[in-house]
Structures are given as structure tokens and as C-alpha cells.
């Protein structure tokens, strides 16, 4: 949510503001402004609802005088409609101070009240929390003329999670961020300098970058980065380097992210595996910083995502538990945080998300921690929280997703947690070195079959064109079909604006197939026939319950599969595949088949209504 842009450096300031924005549009929003300082040292600002566009025809019309300083952003509302008035930048010190915010101040009423009873003649032009803190900083400069040193004082009287960046027209050159529980990221330079909500914001410019961490300030400079505490304490930094480019972040001719981030599933699960399946062992020296001995000892582990995160965590239990013979849990994690979950030093907490930053993920993790247990963090990002409060991270190299619904990350997640999956097996032994060797062969060969898949891509979309006036839809799996029936759902939800619900075929007759009446179409995501269980046999008699009663069914089913035809409508081809395979390569269908059905209905899949890529707000 929101997009944080910050500059110094020459005199095209907003050239650059408006192309990271640009760039950081994924997140999600519904305003967007900049605040520029000019050579001359004055301090102008343009914003408007809508999306980024209407800002830049707006300053096509009415240009606003460049500068070598400024800061941009984008706004997902909370505190306030998505109106001009309450997007940002907002303003203090009687209009010469400018300040940016993502995340919510929860105790800005109070603030806002103590502000009126000092300064009774203080004018609010916004329903925003954010104002209330460019006012509160505003104040501060006019006693200390320092912005550094004013932001400092302000931050540690907020509460909640916040992203704030501020400038100056008497510090030109100069911008100022600080972060509590929200993401920043320093872009290092040659005579100028960044930050950014993420490292899109400047990867046209630089792939240098610094992190800053938790209750942080920064003070950027063309030719410096200071960084301090809350209390001015300098603090040490890491310096990494971005791994993509600019080109990875843009659409490269393909109609939308969406479809191209679909493409690239097979390359995002290879580049997961890269480096990390050694002569038929699994190599994962990331998971050493976890200590000595800590694998061996587990006698639980849980694994906790929001949305689709969760799905590929479910993916997880069933690995975990089937190689590794340790018990897991699959928990939300809002859910999880405030729940009191039982943990202790032999818990290990495994968390997802593909940002870093997904703020109900981030404050379980430091629960987490603050419970005693060890914690891993599966990601996408570099430079991002989530791993840098955690013990150990995997990252899953599936280069930057743009589209808000998460198609590669899923699957390099899942790639990932299986990895994990199979080394815990080997330091504990529950699996002979031939079996992990024969198992990381098979994931090894899931991005061929991926590519494969993607191969049937034109008869997924013929069939989202005859379903265009289709009103819901409902997915069945069984065992690790399950997470893909759910993950089939949400993405329909979020791009298509279907209603449509995953189930566990099991739960049919516990009361979901009251919901079955002529012509409702259901995916059906069908086990391997070769499983040794009988899961093939229950769900072709789930099929024939369901048809009986009139559905319409779409089957997912693996090549030779010839017990559902005289059953199915329609029948969409995968590879064989193992059961816990099976998986990675019947959700890629799902995928296309939501996206095609959203366009099919002139939707826009890569940012679909009230939803931001990154939830860093809880």
C-alpha cells in the first residue's frame, strides 16, 4: 500500500518522482502527488485523485517548476476519501514544509486534539492522519531549523506503522525519511540519492541500495546517507546489490504484468532452484544462521501467510509433515498474533509473503520471537523487513511481480518451502539420500512441465470467453489439490469479481453441495490415478455427484486420465506428476483462466479494485 518516492541530486526531480511512481503503481492506490523545491528554493506541489495519469496530464497542463529535491506518492486511503484534498503531500510550517506517509498513526486524534489546544488557530485542509504529523514536524522546525533533528522528535511521540518523508524549501537538497513497522529503502548514487517504499522506486538509476531498519531515521544528501536511531544514535547499514533491472519490472510487450508474471513461472520456480540442488542433496546454507542444531531439535513447526501465502503454506504442512514426520500447523497471521499460540524454543515459525512487508506477517513474526521461537522467513524481496527480523530467510528469486494478484511468487514459493521441506528431512533422517535425490529430480523438472502447461494457454482463454456472464464458480480439490481449489478461488475473487469459493471435496456432502444447481460451473482439480491412496476414485464419485445435480464440470486432470471423461465438460491437460507435484502445476490454469475471464470482461488484472499489493497496514 502507498508508494514512497525520495530525491536529491540535478534539477529533473520530477522526471524521476514520476517514474518511480510509476514503477511502484503494483502496490495499489488512488491519488497521487509530488513536492518538488526548484532552484530558486521554493516549494511547489501538485496532487490528485485518480490514477497517476491524471496527475501527469495534470502537470503537462500546468507544469511545475523542477528541482533537484523532491519526494512522490502514491495513496491507498485510510484516514480520509480518495479526494484531492486528502492525498498527498501535506503540509506545515505555514506551507514551506513538505511530508509523505504510508501506514496509519493510531493515535492521531489525540494528537490532533493537543494540536488545537496549543494552536487554536491550526488549519486542517484534509480528514488525514498524515497532516496532522507535516503540522507536529512543521512546528518542531521552526524551533530547532533542523529537519533531522525535527522529524526525530516528532516520530517518537506516533504510534502505529509509518513510512514518513519530509523536506524543507530552507534544506533544499535534503529529504529526510523515517520508519516504524513500513518499508523503506535507501537507493545509493553517483551525486544523487533515494528512497523508496521499494527498490522499483529507483532501479532505473541505481542498483545500490541500503536498508534501513526498525524505528530509523534517514537524512539523504546528493553526496551522503546518514542514518541514526530515534534517539540520534548513529546506526550501522548494510549495503546490497538489486539483482534485476528496470526491464524486469515492465511489460515488455505482453498485454498486462499479470500475463507476462504468468509466462514466467517456469523461470521464477528454475531461478528458485538455482544453485540450491547439489549432486541430489538440497544445499540451503541461508538456513545456518537459524544455529547449531536447531532442525535437529524442532518438535513443531508452523508456517503462517496471508491470502495466497497461506495457500502455499498449506502446500508446506503436507511436505513437511509427509518427508520431514514433524508436526505443522498452517496459521493466518492476523490470526495467529493475537491468539495466544502456544510456542517455545523448539518452534520453528515460517513465514511468507512475497513482499516482506505484509504488516500482519511482520508483527507475528516478532511475536513470534518474543515468544522464544526460532523464525525463517520465505520472500521475494531484497532489502525487504519480514527477513531482517527473522533468524534466517530464503529467497525465492522470482524477480519483481508487478500484477497485485500473486501468480510466479506462489509457485516459487512453494518451490522454496519444499526445498526446505526435503533439508529438514535430511538432518533428521526420516528420508534416504536416494529418495531426496529422487524427489528434488522431480522438482527439478517442474519448470518444463510448467512450460508445458502454459503451452494450452489458448484453450483456457477460449473457455473464458464463453464464460464472461458466468456469476460464480466453485473449486474442488482433495489433499494437496485443496490449497490449489482455494487458490483458484481467490484469484477469481480478485481479478474477476466473481464470487466463487474453493472447498475440500470431502466437504461436499457436508453441506457445500447444496450450492449445486443446473449449469454451475465447478473446477474439479483431479489427483494422479498412480497415487497410491484411493483419492483418484473419491473425487471422480464427488464429479458424478455434482453432475448429476447439473454442474458444469472443468476438470484439471494429468495426461492419460481417461476415468473422467465421460463425466467432465471440459478437461484441461497437465504432466504427470507426483502428488505433491501435481500441485505446482494444476494451479497454473487457475491462473490463466482468471486473468483471461477479467480481460475477457475489459477488467483491469493488474490492479483490480480496493486491493494494494502489499498490505502494510493491519
Known sequence: MCGIVGYVGTDQSVE??????????????????????DPLGRLGTRKRA???????????????????????????????????????PHLGDEGRLALI??????????????????????????ETDSEVAALLVGLEYQKTHDLSLALRTVVGRLN?????????????????????????????????????????????????????GQDQVVTITPDSVTVTDFAGRP?????????????????????????????????????????????????????????AGVLEGLDRIVLIGCGTAAYSAMLGKYAIEKWAKIPVDVELSH?????????????????????????????AVKYARELGARTLSICNTQGSTIPRESDAVVYTHAGPEVAVASTKAFVAQVAAIYLFALRVAEVRGTLAASEIASLLGELGAVPDQLAWVLEQQDSIKQLAGWMTDTRSVIFLGRHAGYPIALEGALKLKEVAYIHSEGFAAGELKHG????????????VIVPSPRAKDSLHKKVVSNIQE??????????????????????ADTVIRIPLASTLFEPLLAVVPLHIFAMELASAKGLDVDQPRNLAKSVTVE
Do not use: C
Open 16 to 37: 524521476v518522482l514520476l517514474g518511480g511512481l510509476r514503477r511502484l503503481e503494483y502496490r495499489g492506490y488512488d491519488s497521487a502527488g509530488i513536492a518538488v523545491i
Open 50 to 88: 485518480g490514477k497517476l495519469q491524471v496527475l501527469i496530464d495534470d502537470l503537462e497542463a500546468n507544469p511545475l517548476a523542477n528541482g533537484a529535491t523532491g519526494i512522490g506518492h502514491t495513496r491507498w486511503a485510510t484516514h480520509g476519501g480518495p479526494n484531492d484534498e486528502n492525498a498527498h
Open 101 to 126: 506517509h504510508n501506514g496509519i498513526i493510531e493515535n492521531f486524534a489525540e494528537l490532533k486534539a493537543e494540536l488545537l489546544l496549543r494552536h487554536p488557530a491550526t488549519v486542517f485542509t484534509s
Open 160 to 212: 502505529g506503522a509509518f513510512t514518513l518523508l519530509v523536506l524543507h524549501k530552507d534544506q533544499p537538497g535534503v529529504v529526510v525519511g523515517a520508519r516504524r513497522n513500513s518499508p523503506l529503502v535507501i537507493g545509493l548514487g553517483d551525486g544523487e540519492n533515494f528512497l523508496g517504499s521499494d527498490v522499483a522506486a529507483f532501479i532505473e538509476h541505481t542498483h545500490r541500495a541500503m536498508e534501513i
Open 235 to 291: 546506526v550501522e547499514t548494510r549495503e546490497f546489490q538489486v539483482e534485476w533491472d528496470a526491464s524486469a519490472s515492465e511489460k515488455g510487450g505482453w498485454s498486462s504484468f499479470m500475463a507476462k508474471e504468468i509466462s514466467e513461472e517456469p523461470v521464477a520456480v528454475a531461478n528458485t532452484l538455482i544453485g540450491r540442488i547439489v549432486d541430489g542433496a538440497v544445499h540451503l546454507p541461508e538456513l545456518d544462521t537459524l544455529g
Open 335 to 363: 490470526e495467529f498474533r493475537y491468539r495466544d499460540p502456544v510456542v517455545s524454543e523448539r518452534t520453528l515459525v515460517v513465514s511468507i509473503s512475497q513482499s516482506g512487508e505484509t504488516m500482519d506477517t511482520l508483527m
Open 512 to 523: 457445500p453441495i447444496a450450492l449445486i444447481e443446473p449449469g454451475q460451473p465447478v473446477f
Open 546 to 567: 455434482i453432475r448429476a445435480r447439473g454442474a458444469r464440470i472443468l476438470a484439471i486432470a494429468e495426461e492419460g486420465d481417461v476415468a473422467v471423461l465421460p463425466y
